[in-house]
């Protein structure tokens, strides 16, 4: 009887100590996602655009010197998360921003949203933005 009462509290044991690796990893997940967020919000607000590319997992965005030139007199008055959602499985996140800026040129302000997919990657552990960064006109 002795036995059987170590055999149940050993399995309880493992029970939770299984649950609460499930669940760190939930945690680790959702934490990376803040944390990866929350960088790109930071890049966004500074202007530094260019940076913005490597936020996704093929790097495929690529600024012109035209670009370049016309993106660096960008100022960035607000960003403000509207929305947002992750799946059940943890594997995908979506966000929706309300970004208010202007050109310094012509200090006129406009707001944009941007919609942004973000998607976990298992073998890096770490967040990439499926969507592109936001068009500023």
Known sequence: MVRYSFCTFTGAMLF???????GCSTTDKLNE???????????IRWGDLEM?????????????????????GIRVTSYDVVDSSVSKDK?????LVKIRY?????????TISDRQ?????EETQKWYLESYPPEFK
């Open 52 to 72: 913005t590319g490597q936020f996704r997992k093929e790097r495929d965005v690529v600024l012109t010197d035209q670009d370049k030139k016309r993106m660096a």
């Open 16 to 22: 939770a100590l299984f649950a609460q690796l499930v």
């Open 91 to 95: 594997l995908h996140a979506q966000q």
């Open 117 to 121: 997919d973000w998607a976990f990657d």
């Open 33 to 43: 996602l803040d944390y990866t967020v929350r960088a790109y919000e930071r890049v």
């Open 102 to 110: 202007y050109f310094q040129d012509t200090m006129v302000e406009k």
